[in-house]
């Protein structure tokens, strides 16, 4: 496994409430469960840790409630802080609505997470084999967002940095996006989102323009489609539609998290980007069986899934696997 994986992006509490449809304007409806979880970017970097990368904090907690909630959730994943707590404020919140259908609905109030500075960054010393991970949320706050675009600019130039610009991407200035796009190695994004930066087209379109017009400096570019799995354009031009696998999904939050926080594991440790896809979708797959946005699943899981699946499966370090199937 190559270095850690530093999370530069916000974790805020999820509440959660299970529903079976979204109330029309002015009527109530009656949940059918409750949960209070870690959330945001915490969904990510469970994927990350869980596939057997050491994952480190970078972003802001509050000194709260809610950011004793978020560290002890950390703590019991492994995951460790670099900044202290914020004397200000309270980690934020997201109110999250999940459907019979599994599609989820997203009410959120910023806290800590969303106010950096240069000098609150200082203490997130990145080494040589690091890897670095933002997503849109961060940038997406008006506290926050040049603090992270100047310190992602200053990265070095070894250290690949991976960004998901996430369903907010249009509350981000098109100046900072443009920033964190031309510093970016790997761009994990849905349609939309791919959309939102390069213009309306197909998913090769897409792929292509977002890497020719927007990422000059990116080792690859991952369109991701829900169950349909994701498209990869890497910038020597090779490409694949790597497919999804058929399971009954029960709650889709927190899958796109699963299938980034996989595919950086994976790439850490030598896995090739195709393969490291196929791996992510196999991830994002288990997790949407699963209730909760954390739900990810670990490299044996991982592997086990695809053993069923079929094809060649990847170890924690890289090398192929081939499935061997009992006799009858």
Same mark, same amino acid.
């Given at each position: 496994?190559?270095?850690?994986?530093?999370?530069?992006?916000?974790?805020?509490?999820?509440?959660?409430?299970?529903?079976?449809a979204?109330?029309?304007?002015?009527?109530? &409806?009656t949940?059918?469960?409750?949960?209070?979880?870690?959330?945001?970017?915490?969904n %990510?970097?469970?994927?990350?840790?869980?596939?057997?990368?050491?994952?480190?904090?970078?972003g802001?907690?509050?000194?709260?409630?809610?950011?004793?909630?978020?560290?002890?959730?950390?703590?019991?994943?492994?995951?460790?802080? %670099?900044?202290?707590?914020?004397?200000? %404020?309270?980690?934020?919140?997201? +109110?999250?609505? @999940?459907? $019979?259908?599994?599609?989820?609905?997203?009410?959120?109030?910023?806290?800590?997470e969303?106010?950096?500075?240069?000098?609150?960054l200082?203490?997130?010393?990145?080494?040589?084999?690091?890897? +670095?991970?933002?997503?849109?949320?961060?940038?997406?706050?008006?506290?926050?967002?040049?603090?992270?675009?100047?310190?992602?600019?200053?990265?070095?130039?070894?250290?690949?940095?991976?960004?998901?610009?996430?369903?907010? @991407?249009?509350?981000?200035?098109?100046?900072?996006?443009?920033?964190?796009?031309?510093?970016?190695?790997?761009?994990s994004?849905?349609?939309? *989102? =791919?959309?939102? @930066?390069?213009?309306?087209?197909?998913?090769?379109?897409?792929?292509?323009? /977002?890497?020719?017009?927007?990422?000059? &400096?990116?080792?690859?570019?991952?369109?991701?489609?829900?169950?349909?799995?994701?498209?990869?354009?890497?910038?020597?031009? $090779?490409?694949?539609?790597?497919?999804?696998?058929? +399971?009954?999904?029960?709650?889709?939050?927190?899958?796109?998290? =699963?299938h980034?926080?996989?595919? +950086?594991?994976?790439?850490?440790?030598?896995?090739?980007?195709? *393969?490291?896809?196929?791996?992510?979708?196999?991830?994002?797959?288990?997790?949407?069986?699963?209730?909760?946005?954390?739900?990810?699943?670990?490299?044996?899981e991982?592997?086990?899934? /695809?053993?069923?699946?079929?094809?060649?499966q990847?170890g924690?370090?890289?090398?192929?696997?081939?499935?061997k199937?009992?006799?009858?």
């Open positions: 496994m190559r270095g850690r994986l530093v999370h530069v992006g916000s974790a805020v509490v999820d509440y959660v409430y299970r529903i079976d979204l109330p029309a304007p002015g009527t109530e &409806k949940a059918s469960s409750y949960a209070r979880v870690a959330g945001g970017g915490f %990510m970097m469970v994927a990350a840790s869980r596939t057997g990368m050491k994952v480190v904090f970078g802001q907690l509050g000194s709260g409630p809610n950011g004793d909630f978020l560290r002890s959730a950390f703590n019991a994943e492994g995951i460790s802080t %670099m900044t202290p707590p914020s004397p200000m %404020m309270d980690s934020g919140h997201c +109110v999250a609505l @999940i459907s $019979s259908d599994a599609e989820r609905t997203f009410v959120s109030w910023p806290g800590a969303s106010v950096l500075s240069l000098d609150m200082a203490p997130v010393v990145v080494a040589a084999d690091d890897w +670095v991970f933002t997503s849109g949320y961060t940038l997406s706050y008006p506290g926050s967002r040049d603090a992270l675009a100047d310190w992602i600019e200053a990265l070095p130039a070894g250290i690949p940095f991976v960004f998901d610009p996430t369903p907010v @991407i249009a509350d981000i200035p098109g100046s900072t996006l443009a920033r964190v796009l031309a510093r970016t190695t790997w761009l994004c849905n349609m939309g *989102e =791919a959309a939102e @930066i390069a213009g309306q087209g197909d998913v090769k379109a897409l792929a292509a323009r /977002l890497l020719a017009g927007h990422c000059p &400096k990116a080792d690859g570019v991952v369109i991701r489609s829900a169950a349909k799995g994701c498209h990869v354009r890497l910038a020597d031009g $090779s490409v694949q539609t790597i497919p999804g696998f058929e +399971v009954d999904a029960l709650d889709t939050n927190g899958a796109g998290d =699963a980034i926080g996989a595919f +950086v594991s994976a790439l850490a440790r030598g896995v090739q980007p195709f *393969e490291a896809a196929r791996y992510a979708n196999a991830a994002a797959a288990i997790s949407v069986t699963r209730h909760g946005g954390s739900s990810a699943p670990t490299d044996y991982i592997q086990t899934f /695809l053993s069923h699946a079929g094809g060649p990847m924690l370090h890289g090398r192929k696997q081939e499935v199937r009992p006799t009858a």
